[in-house]
């Protein structure tokens, strides 16, 4: 079995942030991430086409990728990419497959940076072709060089619906409209602390602004309540939050729908690895529980950017460097400019969190109960179970998760309630009268992601 002082699992903005420190510490790091090109979600595609290039003007040459890469080079990092962990022990022994087989790592410590996914709260039609997630949106232009639709509707007031509604304006396509839930009024708190990164700040109004020259009509408390097209959207009807059918109904022709509801940390290797969740309730997320060092409840297990509150790039790349340097810190080699470099990152890091708190609060997430969903609105996409049968199942006095997943196979397909866990807790909680930080996610078994027989026989 190979070791390593620190081993990181994710090669996003965190995971590369976390590598390259502790590997300028001098220690001895293993990178490991299930993609072809190291980067995340943020990253990987930078500059990889034309318009790759255009939509991440920032980093369009990828700078930080190449430089991270050439200090993983001179300080001998091993790069595992198309690996994927499948299991980690509290003793930090990681089971991962690559290559077309099983291979053992252990790490003194491990940083834990897997990201997050889309959260997407079903509405009925959302499974047709033509419908997607606004990360999904930004990935295919970005990486693939695709622009998806030409008439668009943008459903949802978060920064990465803003940020795609502005991709793919720019990219050429019409935005028909933008349906955002009622946003909280601006406070002087709030504006104060949206002040203390002035220049994400204006990055964000200057998404605005677009929206205004474009005249994108924006359609406030509306939700889609029908999707129209079999094989493919051609249009959607919108009706306004507490109205009765008809009376405030819209119907927009358009071939793309980008929907996104926030994002959800990826928590399955953190919660294998034993670490303690919590819910968030201004995030509606589970995440694991840290200290200020970014050690989770399991002693030499740090969790670090998205998988523990989806919070962008600036954030993950701090959080990062702040992991590494504890970890050098607590090994003792790290010198006193690296001490004093963790202080100031701290404090970069707080400064955000104000910063994010504001953001947090001025584009509330949809609440699950405003979404309409039809008797045969789908909720698990993998098994193809829809609202009915699960309200049938829960009417039969179901209340856990395990009886509703025997029952009626949700969850159980191969996204594994990636996907659909979250609506499904959020059924089961308002059957049962809980609140959602009652219904915890069950810890997930191995083998965490799906693998093939034969890579399980054959070990490394
Ligand atoms: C779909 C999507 C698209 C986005 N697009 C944009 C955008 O265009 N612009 C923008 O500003 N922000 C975007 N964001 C948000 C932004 O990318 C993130 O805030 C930032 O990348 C977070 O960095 P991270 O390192 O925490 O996680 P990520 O960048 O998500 O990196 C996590 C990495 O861990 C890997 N991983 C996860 N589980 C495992 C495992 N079991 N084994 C091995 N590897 C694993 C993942 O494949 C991924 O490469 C997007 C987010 C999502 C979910």
Known sequence: MMMYDVIVVGAGPAGLSAARTAAEAGLKVALIDDQTRVGGQYFRHAGVNRIGRLLTPRFGRAPYIHASLSVFDNCGVTVLSQATVLDISADRILTVAVGGSITHLRGDSVVVATGARERILPFPGWTTPGVIGAGAAQNLMKASGVIPGSRVLVMGSNPLCLLAATSLLRCGAKIVAV??????????????????????????????????????QVLTDYSITNVIGHERVTGVVVRQFGQRFGSSDQRLDLDLVVVNDGLLPNIEVASRAGCELEWQSLNLVWSPKR??????????????????????????????????????????????????????????????????????????????????????????????????????????????????????????????????????????????????????????????????????????
């Not at 909280?184 to 504006?191: D, E, I, K, R």
């Not at 204006?202 to 998404?207: D, P």
């Not at 010198?335 to 504001?358: E, G, V, Y």
């Not at 009886?403 to 594994?416: D, N, Y």
Request: overall charge positive; glycine content about 6%; charged content about 25%.
């Open 179 to 216: 349906c955002a839930p009622c946003r909280p009024p601006l406070t002087l708190s709030a504006l104060l602390r949206l002040m203390r990164r002035p220049d994400i700040f204006l990055r964000g109004l200057s998404y605005l602004l677009m929206l205004k020259l474009y005249r994108v």
């Open 291 to 460: 200290n200020s060092s970014f050690e989770s409840t399991v002693r030499n297990v740090y969790v670090v950017g998205d998988c523990v509150t989806p919070s962008g790039v600036e954030n993950a790349l701090l959080e990062g460097a702040i992991a590494a340097s504890s970890i050098a810190a607590a090994r003792g080699v790290a010198d006193s400019i690296r001490l004093r470099q963790l202080s100031t990152l701290k404090r970069q890091w707080r400064r955000l969190q104000k910063f994010r708190s504001a953001v947090v609060e001025l584009t509330l997430q949809e609440s699950f109960d405003r979404r309409p969903l039809t008797d045969d609105t789908t909720i698990c996409r993998c098994e193809d179970v829809s609202f009915a049968s699960i309200m049938r199942a829960l009417s039969h006095g179901i209340q856990d998760l395990s009886a509703l997943k025997a029952e009626t196979r949700v969850c159980m397909g191969r996204c594994q309630g990636r996907t659909c866990m979250h609506t499904v807790l959020a059924l089961l909680g308002r059957a049962a009268g809980k609140e959602p930080d009652e219904l915890r996610p069950p810890v997930p078994r191995f083998p965490l992601r799906p693998v093939k027989i034969g890579e399980l026989i054959n070990k490394s």
